[in-house]
């Protein structure tokens, strides 16, 4: 069974939080002397350490409750955290897949936590059988899974994905950076289920926020409350508090844009098909499109110099390119070097 207990660092379990001003007075009337903070200027006040304002949102938008909420400088951060609460560094493991976002080993290399890689299967998919023996060794404290994934668009196997969760017992960390683009349904409905499960979100991808660094993480309370004690006591500044809280007040906009945005990776799609430097385009789950071509870093580079920035993943899957959506014109400015490139 999972015990939070005794797979959380002991360290950290006994370590106090730093206890902040604003922590320790909540309210937001009133003379404030006890900050050190500057009396003159507009953003001279220390932002809500908590984020009440935007956890009080999210949580009635997801029907989560607030300590289940933890609010990250983007998902990076969330990751980061993850290692540095549950993996004593060279001693322990993190386990995840590949082609998948990077983050997850380059913040294993920052951490000293050996990183356990999976190839994908043909269909970039998972299989419970060629990780199975790896989720029992006592060590691997962390398995992360990029569904959709980040760079091949697709979502993994929920069955699979379901044994590990039921498996492992260590934590799950489901990154769900994309989940807003995909037709599949988010992790956020199996919380309650299992406690050793984590689930990431952003608002730099189908919000439009990725300015702003909002990383939403969801879990059991006691997870939350392990982030809340960790985390920098102001990780994320009143602006973009703001920002967050106004995109999501608006949600006529942010449902318009996806649209724009899915419409705009059918057509992508389609006129792509057409191309013939462009050998195969996989189905997309995500907001970007991974496309294989004859001479990846060729097709790169004669891009470049054309001022149309695409993601060269050669090094990563040899021969593929990963196109992020843009607006229809930007996306016709791509079909258009693409064809002359042909
Ligand atoms: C799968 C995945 N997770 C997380 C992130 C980072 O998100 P954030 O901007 O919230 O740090 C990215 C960014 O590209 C990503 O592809």
Known sequence: MFDLNKITRAHIKDIEAYSSARKEYEGDQGIFLDA????????????????????????????????????????????????????????????????????????????????????????????????????????????????PNNPTGNCLDANEILKILQSFQGIVFIDEAY????????????????????????????????????????????????????????????????AAIKALNDPSSFRQNLNKIKLERSRLTEELMNIKIIKKIYPSQSNFLLVKVDQATKIYQALCDKKIIIRNRNTLIKDHLRISIGTKSENNALLKALKELS
Not at 68 to 93: H, K
Not at 121 to 140: G, R, V, Y
Not at 183 to 192: A, C, G, I, R
Not at 204 to 217: C, P, Y
């Open 36 to 147: 050190n903070e500057n009396p003159f200027g507009q953003l001279n006040r220390y932002p809500d350490p908590n984020q009440k304002g935007l956890k009080q949102v999210l949580s009635k938008q997801k029907g989560i409750s607030e300590e289940q909420i933890f609010i990250g400088n983007g998902s990076d951060e969330i990751i980061d955290l993850a290692y540095r609460i549950f993996c004593t560094p060279s001693e322990d493991a993190a386990l995840s897949f590949s082609p998948s976002f990077g983050m997850y080993e380059v913040s294993s290399r920052f951490n000293d936590v050996r990183f356990i890689k999976i190839p994908l299967d043909e269909q970039f998919n998972i299989n419970f059988q060629t990780i199975k023996e790896s989720l029992e060794n006592p060590k691997l404290k962390l398995v992360f899974i990029c569904s």
């Open 179 to 242: 989940i807003d683009f995909s037709n599949e349904s988010s992790w956020l409905e199996k919380l309650d289920q299992f406690p050793n499960l984590i689930v990431s979100q952003t608002m730099s991808k189908a919000w439009g926020l990725a300015a702003a660094r909002i990383g939403i993480g969801y879990s059991s309370k006691e997870i939350i409350a392990l982030f809340n004690k960790v985390k920098a006591p102001y990780n994320l500044s009143q602006l973009n508090q703001d």
